[in-house]
């Protein structure tokens, strides 16, 4: 959830990545942020706390103390680095609903008030369908919060962003990579 270059902050999103060697796949598992449970240091709180209290350390003690687990490892992405990301692979398109364009567009502007920028900048103009996403769109696309099912949609549309990337990511050059 860091908007700036620096410092620890909440966890906008949480994903368990894991190898199946049994079926050469990769598996997410995504961590509810509204999550309660005991924070080491600080008491019962919201897992998404665990970040901001003492960063990536505290965030893996957390996760591996209340769901008996071993991780040694993280990747931090900020949003300008995720934006950076679909970015540098010339965007990624998703389905989306009407009403998710109407949802996505009210994050992005939120985004250019928090930033400074004209609040209009980098809207989706399609009403809905397969869109294609610059980085600040599929920012606002992974971070709509209140429109269908709560976290659990909001969770879907992260994975068809991520999905998205991969698949992206995959079809370009070796020496782009």
């Known amino acids: ?5 620096s410092g620890y902050s909440r966890s906008d999103t ?27 240091g600080v008491g019962e709180n919201r897992i998404n706390k665990a970040n901001s209290s003492g960063g990536p350390g505290l965030l893996i003690d957390t996760i591996n103390q209340n ?18 990301i679909v970015d540098a692979l010339g965007g990624v398109t998703v389905e989306m609903s009407h009403g998710e364009v109407q949802e996505c567009n009210d994050c992005i502007a939120g985004l ?4 400074g920028a004209d609040r209009n900048s980098g809207l989706i103009t399609a009403s809905s369908g397969k869109i294609k996403l610059t980085g600040k769109q599929a920012l606002g696309y992974c971070r709509i919060r209140k429109f269908g099912n709560g976290d659990f949609s909001r969770t879907s549309r992260q994975f068809k962003v991520l999905q998205a990337i991969y698949d992206k990511f995959m079809q370009v050059g070796v020496g782009q990579k």
């Open 14 to 40: 949480m994903l368990i990545a894991s190898v199946d060697k049994n079926n050469n796949k990769l598996k997410l598992t995504s961590l509810m942020r509204d999550l309660c449970l005991p924070i080491p």
């Open 112 to 115: 250019n008030v928090q930033r």
């Open 1 to 5: 959830d860091r908007r700036g270059s």
């Open 67 to 84: 769901f008996s687990m071993d991780l040694t490892e993280y990747v931090l992405v900020d949003f300008n680095m995720f934006e950076d």
